[in-house]
């Protein structure tokens, strides 16, 4: 589908019907994920996906509940890695590899650079991480779009709790969850008129940045 | 733009033709951006679009001196607002008037809650601000490529310096640069291979977490 009709028809979707999403169709979905950019391709992504109803079960357990989590076909903790150089080394091969570094002391000398990156804060880290998983997640939704999965971006959750039941490693960060699953036909999010946007002329700044004084809410993709 | 033809086909590029992005199509860029997801609806992001040139050197000047920020028609500054509830009141009346919420009271229980997250610690504010931002960044280099302009998201800048260089208030966190230009006709990264990416079956777990031991790198989705 045309990307324009992507955006204008998306919506974040909690009401599913019971049809299940093929596995070919969900792979599908994740090799564009796989495409999405991150700083120097380091690709700090992970996608843990549940399907199993008792899983889920577990998953809305840590998600106060939330009803959607169990109505999807498939609830996938996104989850990012603290860990800069986790893939470096396979990543500036590919670069040398391709001609996008020069020869092995450039990669030698990136790999340094990425490695060095670990004795930032973890705070940092954690930030670095949220920052190029969240643009796969924000691939993952348009991808299954695409293919007519509505989603259903989340932040609602105890990640203290996420991470003990489902035994993540220290250097892996809950980022979000989305669920993933077709439109119920009787949707009610369908019959209402989408959510607001802030317009461009205030989230869009030239030379200099003034944030605007008040919010008005519109539909900057006009349909 | 098919979704995934533009997924197969955009590329972080550097390399810009001195063509202008024109104030119809940049605008109708971020029209498409102003449509990403957000938690809560609530869009904490803002886009400072620098196009002089005067303005983009000194922006380069934080960036390391990165030459693709003065090659760019416009280079841009992702920011995020740390104030979970800077647009609550507009983004809840919303939901009231279109049936999201039932009334005044649903209303006013979710600003309260919006507001509390303010008492998070300030790394949790900005990892916040960077997951809904980073969605919205993500929407804003897709948008770009559908209208053949190319972006490179960058995350090597001193973001204190830029803080103070652009006079940005202390409750805005810069997120990360976006540069956007049409391609060079000459662009070297267009000759080489496209980066590879790590394998839908080392990112993707069902049912429960165990990291892949080994990144080998590959192209998910094939030409």
Known sequence: MDFTELVRTRRSL???SDEP??????EQVFAKTAMAPSGYNLQPWEFLALREPESKKR??????????????????VVLGTTKPAAHAEAVFEDWVKKGYLPDKE?????IENVTGMRESSADNLRRWTTRSTALAAMTLMYAAWEEGIASCPMEGFDSEALVEEFDIPDEYEPIMLVTLGYPAADAKTLDRERKGRRPVDEILHFEEFEPAEATTLTLPLKD
Chains 1, 2 share one sequence.
């Open 14 to 16: 909690r009401e599913y």
């Open 59 to 76: 998953l809305q357990e840590v998600a106060y509940g939330q009803e959607q989590v169990t109505d999807a076909d498939t609830a996938v």
């Open 106 to 110: 450039a990669k030698a000398r990136l």
């Open 21 to 26: 999403i093929d596995d070919t169709t969900l």
